[in-house]
């Protein structure tokens, strides 16, 4: 039988501040001058000044969870952080102005995600995607118009297509 709510053990929880406190409620006139997207355009130009600073920062986390695994072995432990650099990386990457590294991001989460377990993820072609990322980041290489990110990231793509093609039920290599 299905608990109803007065069944179940519950408690309601009060956020310690009113919000409403925190924020100017608009005139009517204001009201209809207010643009939620230019708003937000505005707020999203003014924090654009820190987006570079914000990847680098997220590659820096890469690259130690990168150090961690070539230290202590690829493991569950150690492909778990770098797949969650390399995922937050491609889920940023977009916003803060790198779409081109996010697809090498994306490229390195679906590598991690298709290898049947961590130790067989290549090394090699591991540390190309967290130097790629690296190298991309620092030198800005941010959309299609660098010819040779966008050359890395279809090589790394070819790549890690063949690679991953012996993992693949179609091929017989369930190894």
């Known amino acids: 039988m299905a608990e109803t709510a007065q069944d179940q053990n519950y408690e309601i929880l009060t956020p310690p501040d009113d919000l409403r406190r925190k924020v100017r409620e608009l005139t009517p006139r204001e009201a209809k001058k207010f643009d939620p997207i230019k708003a937000a355009e505005a707020a999203l130009n003014r924090l654009s000044g820190h987006f570079g600073s914000w990847m680098i920062n997220e590659t820096v986390t890469l690259l130690r969870a990168w150090e961690t695994a070539q230290t202590e072995g690829m493991t569950e432990e150690t492909v778990?952080?770098?797949?969650?650099?390399?995922?937050?990386?491609?889920?940023?990457?977009?916003?803060?102005?790198?779409?081109?590294?996010?697809?090498?991001?994306?490229?390195?989460?679906?590598?991690?995600?298709?290898?049947?377990?961590?130790?067989?993820?290549?090394?090699?072609?591991t540390e190309r995607y967290v130097e790629a990322i690296r190298a991309m980041v620092m030198e800005g290489a941010k959309d299609d118009d660098n010819r040779t990110g966008v050359e890395l990231l279809e090589t790394l793509d070819i790549v890690t297509t063949d690679f991953l093609k012996q993992f693949s039920p179609d091929t017989g290599g369930n190894e």
């Open 80 to 125: 778990a952080p770098l797949f969650q650099a390399a995922h937050n990386i491609k889920g940023q990457a977009l916003t803060l102005g790198f779409p081109l590294v996010g697809r090498v991001a994306a490229s390195f989460c679906h590598l991690i995600e298709t290898v049947p377990s961590p130790e067989k993820l290549p090394l090699q072609l």
